[in-house]
């Protein structure tokens, strides 16, 4: 039997994770690199994102989440972007990451560490922005604080901790984490393999409230107005997880979100277990600095994230983000003061923005 009589149908990748894959295809974007690869059916052969070849008809193309999927549906890797192997920036951007893992200095002595990897500071600074969307400094403290948090969880006590991880004190703690507060995304893994997610469906004020969580913190929080539909979208944003209805254990949080939603202020710290690339995870804890009652621009959000010119992308990151209301995308809107599109409706944005601002 021809392998390609049996091609898997678009529908095998959820609508909205293919418009994605779509977009990053057509710009080439190599951060995308490693999440997903694009087959051509034409050709029979398969691409990473960032592939310089022509961009064939979106009719042609399938995704896949692996290229030992595409594989298996008898595709065949590209010769000239080679999907099947680690990219060399990836591979040094790895290597970097290992060296920084084990170091106690948040402060990187960037050329030593470039010249440690047989790298220039340029090369490595290039492959950190586009692997990551960090820098090396950045991502050193995220793995300094990640540590940390770590002994903690471990049992060891808050001075030990301090002293292994290279704090001089607890405030330097929150110097670092301020940004991270309840922000602590998963290992990246396309459709939360690994993942067990358990969820609960609320009452509130702009309808349903779906919330879902790990045992890390919350996975999820969307509106609607039938528990069916979310409970589906929720299965089609992690398609890969465990999910089962939550037991009492995350009500606390639950409570909480509802509580936001009607337009009290926050009582508690709600901490994330995301999948998230670097720049969503950069966008969203931006998204959690602007204040109750206050809106930025898509333009002044990609200001502060350090990148004026990913306005597009700090607009997908807004409208993928999974977990409204603890970080609000709600608050961002157009250039002309007009509110953009919102995926739980434009009215409840509308109204969100409206309660927060008559409770200041």
């Known amino acids: 039997m021809n392998k390609h009589n049996s091609m898997p149908s678009e529908?095998?990748?959820?609508?909205?994770?293919?418009?994605?894959?779509?977009?990053?295809?057509?710009?080439?974007?190599?951060?995308?690199?490693?999440?997903?690869?694009?087959?051509?059916?034409?050709?029979?052969?398969?691409?990473?994102?960032?592939?310089?070849?022509?961009?064939?008809?979106?009719?042609?193309?399938?995704?896949?989440?692996?290229?030992?999927?595409?594989?298996?549906?008898?595709?065949?890797?590209?010769?000239?972007?080679?999907?099947?192997?680690?990219?060399?920036?990836?591979?040094?951007?790895?290597?970097?990451?290992?060296e920084l893992a084990e170091s106690r200095d948040d402060t990187v002595r960037f050329g030593a560490l470039a010249a440690k990897l047989h790298s220039t500071p340029a090369t490595l600074r290039r492959a950190f922005l586009q692997v990551t969307g960090l820098r090396p400094r950045e991502l050193a403290g995220a793995l300094r604080l990640a540590r940390f948090k770590k002994m903690l969880r471990d049992g060891k006590s808050i001075t030990d901790a301090l002293y292994e991880t290279g704090y001089g004190s607890s405030s330097r703690v929150y110097e670092r984490s301020n940004a991270q507060l309840g922000m602590t995304p998963a290992t990246y893994q396309?459709?939360?393999?690994?993942?067990?997610?358990?969820?609960?469906?609320?009452?509130?004020?702009l309808g349903k409230v779906l919330v879902a969580a790990t045992d890390r913190g919350v996975s999820a929080v969307y509106l609607g107005d039938s528990d069916a539909n979310l409970i589906a979208e929720l299965r089609q944003e992690y398609p890969r997880a465990e999910i089962v209805p939550a037991t009492d254990t995350f009500e606390r949080w639950v409570k909480e979100i509802v509580e936001r939603v009607e337009g009290k202020p926050p009582r508690m710290e709600l901490p994330l277990d995301l999948q998230a690339t670097a720049f969503q995870r950069r966008v969203w804890?931006?998204?959690q600095q602007i204040p109750r009652g206050s809106t930025r621009t898509y333009s002044q959000v990609a200001k502060t994230v350090g990148n004026p010119k990913a306005v597009r992308a700090v607009a997908r990151a807004c409208a993928t983000n999974p977990v409204c209301i603890v970080v609000p995308c709600h608050r961002v809107i157009r250039e002309d003061g007009n509110l953009a599109g919102y995926r739980w409706g434009l009215s409840r944005k509308q109204q969100l923005l409206a309660q927060e601002q008559a409770t200041q």
């Open 285 to 287: 804890q931006e998204l």
């Open 11 to 98: 529908c095998s990748i959820p609508a909205r994770a293919a418009a994605r894959f779509w977009q990053a295809t057509m710009s080439r974007d190599a951060r995308a690199d490693g999440t997903f690869v694009l087959a051509v059916r034409s050709t029979h052969i398969y691409c990473r994102p960032s592939c310089p070849a022509r961009r064939p008809l979106r009719r042609n193309v399938l995704f896949f989440r692996t290229g030992e999927e595409a594989e298996k549906h008898g595709f065949r890797a590209c010769r000239r972007c080679k999907p099947n192997e680690i990219a060399g920036p990836v591979a040094l951007v790895q290597a970097a990451t290992r």
């Open 190 to 205: 396309k459709g939360g393999k690994g993942m067990n997610i358990g969820y609960s469906v609320a009452k509130s004020g």
